[in-house]
């Protein structure tokens, strides 16, 4: 068991905010891990502890004849984990875990506040009160690297023709140029999708109708580092708080937080799934593409 007495080593305490009445956190990096402590003023009758990657869905169910937004955190894989337990004469307790190397948080999030984060957890199970959870959104530490399954893309469709060059350059930025010579599509479009779960983004590269444009990609880059701690539940104006904490952009409305400008993405980073697209527009709704497959990692 590693020492992970908070006290007792140099450590960089992090912000934490946290849902949950009756439970202090302490969110730290400590001999180079990540150390969560979890104090109670009485005993946390837990069963068990998990860790892993987690997901934070953000959604809308069928409740009768009316729709309720609803969050529901699962660990796909959890893994189990032993805290270190202490308590103190005035009855109140503490739970403190060591965690190993941490993924960065990825996250989108749509107009009517439905998507999914992504984040390593820590899932207290607690049969007979609010299971505890936490989140540790982080953003990448590390410069970027982009690969891709095919640096060259093309689209045909009777006398049409349209290719795409991409070329991966420094810090996961991509050079890309579309050319469409001969008789053209209505459009011939170069896009990024995202995909987070069953929730998909799409940012519009470069078009063109005729002849040749060039455009560098930049991925969306932010400087956050945050312990959330919550129940297996959560209100949309509390998610609209964190959300704006971490720039999300939205009108006010009357009841509760507005509409989203757009879609949020978190940040770029390894646990999104990406996707560029050569889209020939045929009119009338009808299209050809040709994608690749692209990675981000360090």
Same mark, same amino acid.
């Given at each position: ?19 949950l009445g009756?439970?202090h956190?302490?969110?730290a ?12 003023s ?9 860790t ?14 009316t729709?309720?937004?609803?969050f529901?955190?699962?660990?796909p ?25 941490l ?18 957890a ?13 989140f540790? *959104? @982080? ?8 690969? !891709? &399954?095919?640096?060259? #893309?093309?689209?045909?469709? =009777? ?29 011939v ?26 455009q ?15 129940s ?6 509390q998610?609209s ?18 509409? *989203? @400008?757009g879609?949020f ?5 390894? !646990? &999104?799934?990406?996707? #560029?697209?050569?889209?020939? =527009?045929?009119?009338l ?14």
């Open positions: 068991m590693h020492n992970s007495n908070l006290s007792a080593v140099p450590k960089q305490l992090l912000p934490v905010y946290s849902l009756g439970i956190t302490e969110y990096i400590a001999g180079g891990k990540p150390i969560v402590r979890l104090r109670s009485g005993e946390i009758r837990h069963r068990g502890a998990y892993g990657v987690a997901m934070l869905l953000f959604h809308w169910v069928q409740e009768g004849k729709q309720a937004w609803r529901d955190p699962s660990i894989d959890p893994q189990p984990i032993r805290p270190e337990e202490t308590a103190d004469s005035d009855g109140s307790q503490s739970l403190t875990f060591t965690l190993g190397e993924l960065p948080a990825a996250g989108l999030l749509r107009g009517r506040w439905e998507g999914a984060f992504f984040a390593p820590i899932h207290v199970d607690v049969p007979l009160g609010a299971d505890i959870w936490v540790l *959104l @982080r953003s990448p530490w590390f410069r970027f690297r982009l690969s !891709l &399954t095919k640096q060259t #893309l093309a689209v045909v469709a =009777d006398q049409s023709v349209a290719n795409a060059s991409i070329i991966p350059e420094a810090a996961g930025t991509l050079s890309t140029t579309i050319s469409s010579p001969g008789i053209p599509f209505k459009k479009s170069l896009v990024m999708r995202r995909k987070m779960g069953q929730f998909e983004s799409e940012e519009l590269i470069s078009e063109v109708e005729a002849g040749t444009a060039s560098m990609w930049t991925p969306i880059t932010r400087n956050f580092e945050l312990c959330l701690v919550t297996g539940s959560m209100r949309m104006d998610l708080e964190i959300a704006r904490g971490l720039g999300a952009d939205f009108s006010s409305g009357f009841f509760g937080p507005g509409s *989203l @400008r879609d993405l978190l940040c770029d980073g390894p !646990l &999104t799934e990406y996707s #560029l697209t050569l889209r020939g =527009d045929l009119g709704f009808r299209h050809i593409e040709d994608s690749a497959a692209a990675v981000l990692s360090w």
